[in-house]
């Protein structure tokens, strides 16, 4: 492949798609002198369009995909960590895109389900102070398609066997992830949930012929630690927390600095050196503080619900 033909796709990536992948005004000149850097650039060049062409080839493909990614596009080029893959990213973005709409997607969900892109990108300048993008990883798994954000949640084809240990991958359910987005309010995660089973249904109708497809969600979180949540009661992340019935419980104080302040994940071994350090604001925060100080720790909890029944 000529350096010509690797760096038209990046000087020709248009401001509509950057905008529909969640790149607003705030990221699109750091956004566009990445990809003028990467074109111009033949080894990183060269590994995007390996990437864009691998994620491509992907797309549909939802269970015992290994990372195509390696250290080196995690660790970044130019001083952005994870560039090469956002490029790789941007470029292949029109397939999954494509892919969605062929599958009924309606466009609104595909423009929110996008859109995480920019979102991701966002939160590796809140940690680091840096653009970048830290969760490469993530967005790889969203760019294989089984993947939808339904309001206030979105939700990832997977197999579980809910912790019972038994034979195989377990059946296909449907595993929920809390976007920063706003209000985990009852009626909004209700209004998530209650779509789910009936969305994947429709649009995945090989799949949900399967035994029990898409009858249950999982959701791995701090946000199910319902004795930090249940200090809060009343509060709409106890609410949360208490929909899930929790079958594994690790301490995970990272997952609380990482998702509840902006600060590296690696920042909750270290959780008595930076507490003075951490915003005493909010109700949340001020929980989380206070749990620490007393010695307790966060933990990320698995659990599951019933979507049907």
């Not at 492949?1 to 000087?11: D, F, G, I, K, Q």
């Not at 579980?160 to 059946?171: F, N, V, Y």
């Amino acid at each position: 492949m000529t350096r010509e033909s690797v760096a038209e796709p990046l000087a020709g990536v248009p401001d509509e798609l950057l905008e529909r992948l969640g790149v607003g005004a705030d990221l699109l000149a750091p956004t566009r002198h990445l990809l003028d850097a990467v074109a111009a650039d033949p080894a990183a060049g060269a590994r995007t369009a390996e990437l864009a062409a691998g994620f491509r080839s992907r797309i549909g493909h939802f269970f015992g995909q290994e990372t195509l990614l390696s250290e080196t596009d995690l660790a970044g080029f130019g001083g952005v960590e994870g560039a090469v893959p956002l490029a790789a990213l941007i470029v292949a973005g029109p397939a999954v895109e494509a892919f969605w709409g062929g599958l009924g997607y309606p466009d609104d969900i595909i423009a929110d389900t996008l859109s995480d892109l920019g979102r991701q990108v966002r939160k590796t300048v809140a940690v680091t102070g840096r653009f970048g993008l830290g969760q490469a990883s993530w967005l790889e798994m969203i760019w294989r398609g089984g993947f939808a954000q339904l309001g206030r949640l979105q939700f990832e084809i997977t197999c579980s066997d809910l912790g019972r240990g038994g034979e195989g991958a377990g059946s296909l359910v449907l595993s929920t992830h809390i976007a920063p987005i706003g209000s985990l309010s009852p009626d909004a995660v209700a209004a998530s949930l209650g779509r789910a089973h009936g969305f994947f249904v429709e649009h995945f109708a090989e799949l949900a012929a399967e035994p029990g497809a898409f009858e249950v969600a999982v959701c791995s979180s701090w946000l199910l630690d319902t004795e930090l949540m249940g200090r809060m009661p009343g509060s709409n992340v106890d609410s949360f927390a208490r929909l899930w019935t929790v079958w594994d419980r690790k301490i995970s104080d990272g997952s609380g600095v990482f998702f509840g302040f902006d600060r590296p994940y690696s920042d909750g071994e270290r959780v008595a050196e930076i507490i003075d350090e951490l915003p005493y604001d909010t109700r949340l925060h001020r929980t989380m503080i206070d749990l620490w100080r007393a010695g307790g720790h966060v933990h990320n909890c698995w659990g599951w619900l019933p979507l049907v029944g």
